[in-house]
Structures are given as structure tokens and as C-alpha cells.
């Protein structure tokens, strides 16, 4: 099956400056990655995806980045504010199966 | 938005007992899933339900877990015998479809303990 790595498990930023989390899968067959944003205490939601057809993708100050022969992909926040601090969780669904398998996760803190 | 919404938020029990963790997914999805958290480690697949019958699972879903659509809104989880291992976040999913835009919607988790 695939298995999601991600890194680092916290980043911890100023206000302003740019974060970014990287993860790893194994499954080459593996076709669309999600990115979750958990805040404290709340439910993870989507933030952003990318497909294997494409390699990067940007919404506002969010952007991803997928390698396919490397078989990594990354989250990319510039000028974060301190609402940006919460848990990101990458996956990645392989082309055989819908579910997506998750990374660890990163606690990211931005200091005001 | 239309939310997914779990019950209960926490729940205490004992090694051995069974416990029952509910859910009720967005009314128009159709693809229900169950992952669990053990504290400090990955977001786990436990087990995907659609068309009222489990569509894949993973090797930790075995015989201990049972999930069930009882009346066409709640989507539950049972776990028989808890073990002190099955201390976790559990949380709820549902999707539109398989391969949805718009990904899985989470609730906001039960956590158990178990002691």
C-alpha cells in the first residue's frame, strides 16, 4: 500500500516569513494529493489539492508543488500570519484505490 | 456549510467494554469513512462504506470493528473488547464521491480512552 512520509513534525516561523512542509509517498501509481489544515480543537478541511497531471498549483498565498519522479510533493505559505498555525496534514491517493493515506502531520506556529 | 458531526466528543470506558461512535455524514454523500489518531502518530484508514456495505478496509479494521448504517443518517462504529491500544481520535468522514473536488469533509472527532 502507500506510505505517506511528511516533514518536519513542527515548524515554528515569524509572521511574515514564508513555511514550507514536505512529504513523500511511495506509490508511483498514486494520482491526486490533498493538503488538511486542522486548527485547535477543530475538524480537518481541505485547503488545496494537485493532480499527477500538473506540477504546481496556487490559491492566494498557498501553493503546492509535485514531483512525480521524485515522488514528493510540498506546501508552499508565503507572508504567513499567525491564523496560519495549525496542524497540515499532506495524502495521497493511489490511482487504484480512493482513499487517501495520510502524512504525520506538521504543527505549524507562526509567532506574531 | 453543511458540517459532519460526531458523537461523543469524548468517551471514557473500560478495557473490555464496547463502544459505539457515531456519526452523521452531509446529507447528498455518499462515500463514509472512519480514521483514527493514535496521539502523536499518523491519521490512519480504518474503513471506507458505500452503497450500505464496506467498500475497502485496511488491516487494522478487523473482526474487533463493525461499522453499520442503521437508519439511512447515523453511521456508526463499534468496537468490541477495547483494548488499551485503541486509545485514539477517531474521526468520521464522508465524500460526495470517490474522487471528489472537494476531498473528504471530517468531523471533529471522538476521542477515546480507554483504561
Known amino acids: 500500500g502507500e506510505n505517506v512520509e511528511q516533514h518536519p513534525s513542527t515548524l515554528s516561523v515569524q509572521e511574515g516569513d514564508s513555511a514550507v512542509i514536505k512529504c513523500t509517498y511511495s506509490?508511483?501509481?498514486?494520482?491526486?494529493f490533498p493538503w488538511y489544515k486542522q486548527e485547535l480543537g477543530k475538524r480537518p478541511q481541505l485547503i488545496i489539492d494537485i493532480r499527477s497531471n500538473v506540477g504546481e498549483k496556487k490559491d492566494q498565498r498557498i501553493a503546492v508543488t509535485l514531483n512525480k519522479t521524485a515522488k514528493h510533493f510540498s506546501l508552499h505559505i508565503t507572508e504567513t500570519q499567525p491564523e496560519d498555525s495549525a496542524v497540515y496534514f499532506c495524502a495521497a491517493t493511489s490511482g487504484g484505490s480512493y482513499i487517501p493515506t495520510f502524512g504525520r502531520g506538521t504543527s505549524l506556529i507562526v509567532h506574531p | 456549510e453543511p458540517e459532519v458531526t460526531q458523537t461523543p466528543s469524548h468517551q471514557v470506558t473500560q478495557m473490555g467494554q464496547e463502544v459505539i461512535l457515531r456519526c452523521v455524514p452531509i446529507?447528498?454523500?455518499?462515500?463514509f469513512y472512519w480514521y483514527r489518531q493514535i496521539l502523536g502518530q499518523k491519521v490512519e484508514f480504518l474503513v471506507s462504506f458505500y452503497n450500505n456495505e464496506i467498500s475497502e478496509k485496511s488491516e487494522i479494521f478487523d473482526d474487533q470493528f463493525s461499522v453499520e448504517r442503521p437508519d439511512g443518517s447515523n453511521f456508526t462504529l463499534k468496537i468490541r473488547s477495547t483494548k488499551l491500544e485503541d486509545s485514539a481520535m477517531y474521526f468520521c468522514a464522508s465524500s460526495e464521491g470517490p474522487r471528489s473536488d472537494r476531498g473528504l469533509f471530517f468531523g471533529e472527532g471522538s476521542r477515546l480512552t480507554v483504561l
Open positions: 506509490d508511483s501509481a498514486s494520482n491526486y
Open positions: 446529507s447528498n454523500h455518499l462515500y
